[in-house]
């Protein structure tokens, strides 16, 4: 009875990941969207990967908040809530959750990058360390 249960929970929560984030007012935008973005004035870029993830490559700018920390965290974002969030993680789940999050706690302007840094990378795009 609590495998099916835990069977039952996992599915919901594939399911819910799958649905991605169509109803929660977050824009999902692809790589080379993303990448466009990336580069304009006015836009905050948010790493939710741990903090080794960060260490080896990420985004240039970009602030880093895992996303384990980021409803403890959320206030150090609140000054910066009129701008585009531009979030990401390395495959674009934990950075879909972190867009709820922010969505949530009243942030309008809020973006996920598709397949995450991992699609970044695939399409060449440059890394900081």
Known sequence: ?????AILVIMAAVAVLMRGNK???VQD??????QKLS???GVT???VRTAQEFREGHLNGALHIPIAELSGRIGELVPLNKRQFLVY???GGRSAVACRILKKSGFSRVANMQGGISAWQRKGYPLVA
């Open 39 to 41: 580069v304009s004035s």
């Open 89 to 91: 993680c390395l495959a």
């Open 1 to 5: 009875m609590a495998v099916t249960i």
């Open 29 to 34: 935008l692809g790589v080379e969207s993303a």
């Open 45 to 47: 870029i948010l790493d």
């Open 23 to 25: 109803g929660h007012g």
